[in-house]
Nanobody
Framework: QVQLVESGGGLVQAGGSLTLSCAAS????????MGWYRQAPEKQRELVAT???????NYADSVKGRFTISRDNAKNTVSLQMDSLKPEDTAVYYC??????????????WGQGTQVTVST
């Protein structure tokens, strides 16, 4: 069972920056996708950004040009640099690791979440 531990959330003014980090308890090498999701109050959890084992990245339209995802397989970490933050970015941010198994169902692992609050 992979454990994911997030850090770096907090309170920031609009226009500011925060960096979230997520450390995995096991190696992040292999067929997997690491990413960040968020959930605002009374809303469904949504994808923010992903980073695959091949190096490809994917961003939600709402964060393109403002957020940057990166991963370090040597340290088993994935990070999310968030710039030009807006109040609508306020949410609990969750780290995700999806292990891909060819011909079988993938397995998702989640962190406990970290709160990001952007004030006006």
């Amino acid at each position: 069972q992979v454990q994911l531990v997030e850090s770096g959330g907090g309170l920031v003014q609009a226009g500011g920056s925060l960096t979230l980090s997520c450390a995995a308890s096991e190696s992040t090498l292999g067929l997997n996708i690491m990413g960040w999701y968020r959930q605002a109050p009374e809303k469904q959890r949504e994808l923010v950004a992903t980073h695959s084992w091949s190096g490809s990245t994917n961003y939600a339209d709402s964060v393109k040009g403002r957020f940057t995802i990166s991963r370090d397989n040597a340290k088993n970490t994935v990070s999310l640099q968030m710039d030009s933050l807006k109040p609508e970015d306020t949410a609990v941010y969750y780290c995700n690791l999806r292990r891909i198994r060819i011909g079988s169902k993938s397995t998702d692992y989640w962190g406990q979440g970290t709160q990001v609050t952007v004030s006006t």
